[in-house]
C-alpha cells in the first residue's frame, strides 16, 4: 500500500482569529486531514514573538485548540498539539539557526512589516520566526504546508534550509510543498484593502473575527471601505470591492464571475449586507460550536495532552537524527 503523504500546519494563538486566517488556512483542513496524515499545532512559541498579555496568551491557546475542533479537525483522524508542549521545536531551532544568516532573515517581508508595526520590541526572536517555522515543519517529514499567501516566503526558506542541512551533513529531511488555497489566499482588510487582515490589527473594523456575533459581522461589513464608482466588479483599481466578492465567493463556494452577475443591478448598500448575511451564517455555527468545547477543558486538556503524545514521538525521530548527523553524542539510557 503506497505510504500516505504528511500534512503540517500551525495557526498562532496571537487573538482571536480572523475570516482571513479562516478561508486562507483553517477551512481546508477538514477535507484535507482525510488524504493526509495531519498535523496541526497551535504555534504558542511564535506568538511570543510580539509582546503577550501571559494571560490572555494563555486563554488564545484553547480558543485556538477548541476553534481547530469546532472547524472539523477530528483527533481520531489527526494530531492536534501545542507547539511549547513538545521541546524538539525549540531544540531543532537551535541546530538551524547554525546554518542560518542573519542576511537572509532580516530579508523576510514579515520581519520587515512586523519591526514597523512593533517598533519598540524588535527583538531576535521576531528575526528567528521563519527558522522556528522550519523546525515546525521538517520535524516531522511534511510535503505539504497548506497556507495563505502571507507565508509562500517563509515556506520557501523553509524548503532552502532544508536542502542546506541535506546537502551540508546527508540526506535527513523531506523538502516540503507549500499548498496555497486557489482562492481568498490572501484576505484583505475590511478598512485598509490594500493591507492583508489580520487577527492583530489595532482596528476592530478592519477585521472579521471568528469570534463575532452575526450583527457584528454585518456591521463591520457596512462599515468597509469601498469606493464611488458603484460596480461590483473584480478589479485591481478596485481592492475594496475585489476583496468582498472574493470573501463571498469563497463563503459561498462561488466563482468570481457568478457572484460578479449575482450582483450585476444590485447597489454597494445591498452587497455589502448580502456579504455580511452570507459569511455570518458560516462563521455562526462554528463559534457557537467553540464555545461548547470551550467549556469543556477536560476534554480539550485530554486532546492536546494526547495530541503531544503523538507529536513527540515523531519530532524526536528526527531530531535525533540531526543530532547525530551534526556530530552530537547521543545520550546514553
Ligand atoms: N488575510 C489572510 N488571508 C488568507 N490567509 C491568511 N492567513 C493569515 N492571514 C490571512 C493564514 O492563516 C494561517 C495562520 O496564520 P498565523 O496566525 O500563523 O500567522 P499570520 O499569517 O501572521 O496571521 P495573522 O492573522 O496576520 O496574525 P498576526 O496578526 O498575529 O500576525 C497561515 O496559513 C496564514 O497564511
Not at 457568478?258 to 449586507?273: L, P, Q, T
Request: hydrophobic content about 40%; proline content about 4%.
Amino acid at each position: 500500500m503506497e505510504e500516505r503523504k504528511v500534512l503540517f500546519s500551525a495557526i498562532q494563538p496571537s487573538g482571536i482569529l480572523t475570516i482571513g486566517n479562516y478561508l486562507g488556512a483553517l477551512r481546508n483542513f477538514k477535507k484535507l486531514q482525510n488524504d493526509y496524515d495531519s498535523i496541526f499545532s497551535v504555534a504558542d512559541l511564535h506568538t511570543l514573538t510580539v509582546r503577550q498579555d501571559p494571560a490572555v496568551l494563555r486563554k488564545n491557546v484553547y480558543e485556538l485548540a477548541a476553534l481547530y475542533l469546532a472547524c472539523g479537525i477530528d483527533p481520531q483522524k489527526s494530531i492536534l498539539f501545542v507547539q511549547s508542549h513538545v521541546s524538539a521545536h525549540a531544540e531543532l531551532t537551535w541546530i538551524l539557526n547554525t546554518i542560518c544568516y542573519p542576511g537572509e532573515l532580516s530579508r523576510m517581508t514579515q520581519f520587515k512589516e512586523k519591526s514597523k508595526s512593533h517598533e519598540d520590541n524588535i527583538n531576535m526572536g521576531l528575526m528567528d520566526y521563519p527558522v522556528l517555522m522550519a523546525s515546525d515543519i521538517l520535524l516531522y517529514q511534511t510535503d505539504i504546508v497548506p497556507v495563505g499567501a502571507d507565508q509562500k516566503q517563509h515556506l520557501e526558506l523553509s524548503r532552502d534550509i532544508a536542502i542546506r542541512f541535506n546537502n551540508r551533513f546527508g540526506d535527513v529531511f523531506k523538502v516540503p510543498d507549500g499548498y496555497i488555497p486557489k482562492t481568498a489566499a490572501r484576505v484583505m482588510s475590511l478598512q485598509e484593502p490594500s493591507k492583508k487582515m489580520s487577527k492583530s490589527d489595532a482596528n476592530f473594523n478592519a477585521f472579521i473575527s471568528m469570534d463575532d456575533d452575526p450583527d457584528t459581522v454585518r456591521r463591520k461589513f457596512k462599515r468597509a471601505v469601498t469606493d464611488s464608482d458603484n460596480r461590483i466588479i473584480f478589479s485591481e483599481d478596485k481592492p475594496g470591492i475585489s476583496n468582498l466578492l472574493t470573501i463571498y465567493s469563497a463563503v459561498c463556494d462561488k466563482t468570481i464571475e457568478d457572484a460578479e452577475k449575482e450582483f450585476e443591478n444590485c447597489g454597494y448598500g445591498d452587497f455589502k449586507s448580502k456579504v455580511g448575511d452570507a459569511v455570518a451564517a458560516v462563521i455562526e455555527p462554528i463559534r457557537q460550536e467553540k464555545n461548547k468545547l470551550l467549556a469543556s477543558k477536560d476534554y480539550l486538556d485530554y486532546v492536546l495532552k494526547d495530541g503531544a503524545y503523538k507529536a513527540e514521538k515523531i519530532a524526536y525521530k528526527t531530531l535525533f537524527k540531526v543530532y547525530k548527523k551534526v556530530g552530537l553524542v547521543p545520550r546514553k539510557r
